[in-house]
C-alpha cells in the first residue's frame, strides 16, 4: 500500500497527528491506537487479572471485554467513512493484528471457563 495524498483532507480527519512523512500505517499501529483509548486500559486490567487469576469470573471479564472492544473497534470504522478513506489514504491501518488479538484473547476467556468447569 502507498500513500495517496488526494485523500489528505481525510486524514486530516481520522488522524490528526499524521504527516505523509510518517509513512503508511500498519496494522500494529491500529492495535497500539486501540489499546490507548480509556476502554483499552481496561482491557489490559482485564488482562492482567486474568493472567493472574484464571478463575471463571476473569475468564468471563476477558472474553467479554476483548469481544465488547473489538465490536466497538469495528463499528467506529464501519460508521465512520474517514476511516475508510483514510485507510485508502495510507494513514488508517487494517484491522488484522487487532482483530487476530482479541479473537485470541476472547478464546484464552472461553477455554478457561471451560476448563474450570471441567475440573469440577
Do not use: H, Q
Amino acid at each position: 500500500m502507498k500513500i495517496d495524498l488526494d485523500y489528505l483532507e481525510d486524514c486530516n480527519r481520522a488522524r490528526p497527528n499524521w504527516s505523509p512523512e510518517d509513512g503508511v500505517a500498519s496494522s500494529f499501529v491500529e492495535f497500539l491506537i486501540l489499546v490507548n483509548t480509556p476502554l483499552g486500559y481496561i482491557w489490559i486490567v482485564i488482562l492482567a487479572l486474568f493472567l493472574w487469576k484464571r478463575s471463571i469470573l476473569t475468564g468471563f471479564l476477558m472474553a467479554l471485554g476483548s469481544l465488547v472492544l473489538l465490536a466497538n473497534w469495528i463499528a467506529m470504522y464501519e460508521i465512520n467513512d474517514d476511516f475508510y478513506l483514510g485507510r485508502l489514504g495510507g494513514c488508517v491501518g487494517s484491522l488484522s493484528i487487532t482483530t487476530a488479538v482479541f479473537l485470541a484473547a476472547s478464546l484464552f476467556g472461553v477455554a478457561a471457563i471451560g476448563a474450570r468447569v471441567y475440573k469440577r
